[in-house]
């Protein structure tokens, strides 16, 4: 019964493509994330989501867009992948907003070829 | 805006040895909350502990313990007895302003136990 999960655990695929990223959650909460962890470790939020709302949109490329059909789940949809967008993403949930005990899943790493 | 630097990059150290890991913070704001995770070579990021700015409190828990000292902006993490299920890659990160509430990470250490 894994608390925040993510499919798919790894995506490989060419320049140009569109994928999806799906997120989801069964702790009940409320507030969900997007990070990127890039090569060197570092890791970036991009999106949060409460009850659905989006509340955080960091200055990524709008080629990125995340859904939220319920708050159990946050998708992340990437439009004409490029190589920089290699990199691992990880959902994250928190209880509510302002709680910030982050949960994160597993991460999917995505290659870009 | 909010930083976290954890200076030190790579710590290797003999296995039953004590080691600290360094994580220092900057934010304007009064109220702040400060964390650890880890990151075993599986990938997945692990919840250690949260701390909220007005509970310099240290806390222990098992073999696992930090300091958060508001007068040098640190909180740092204590591994005693280290073992080789300690090796990681270990993260503090901040967040404050509750308008803003983006979790800042700081670069990470990355922890070797040598058996």
């Given at each position: ?39 060197k470790k570092f890791l970036k939020i991009m999106f949060s989501y409460n ?63 | ?115």
């Amino acid at each position: 019964d894994t608390a925040v999960s993510q499919t798919p655990k790894y995506l490989v695929t060419q320049m140009g493509n569109d994928k999806s990223i799906k997120c989801e959650q069964n702790l009940g909460h409320d507030t969900m994330y997007w990070y990127k962890q890039d090569s060197k470790k570092f890791l970036k939020i991009m999106f949060s989501y409460n009850n659905k709302e989006l509340i955080i949109n960091e200055t990524v490329p709008n080629r990125f867009s995340p859904k939220s059909p319920d708050k159990a789940h946050l998708n992340l949809h990437i439009n004409s992948l490029e190589l920089g967008d290699s990199a691992v993403y990880f959902c994250a949930s928190s209880p509510f907003r302002g709680s910030y005990e982050q949960y994160f899943g597993p991460g999917t790493r995505l290659t870009v070829t | 805006a909010q930083k976290v630097t954890q200076a030190q990059t790579e710590i290797s150290v003999v296995e039953k040895e004590d080691v600290t890991l360094d994580c220092v913070y900057e934010t304007r704001d009064t109220t702040y909350y400060l964390f650890w995770y880890k990151q075993p070579p599986s990938g997945e990021l692990v919840f250690l502990i949260r701390r909220n700015s007005f509970d310099e409190q240290n806390e222990i828990s098992g073999r696992y313990s930090w300091n958060f000292q508001k007068s040098t902006s640190s909180f740092n993490f204590t591994i005693t007895a280290s073992q080789v299920v300690d090796s990681a890659v270990y993260f503090c990160a901040l967040v404050s302003n509750f308008g803003n509430e983006k979790l800042t990470f700081g670069t990470g250490t990355r922890l070797t136990i040598i058996p």
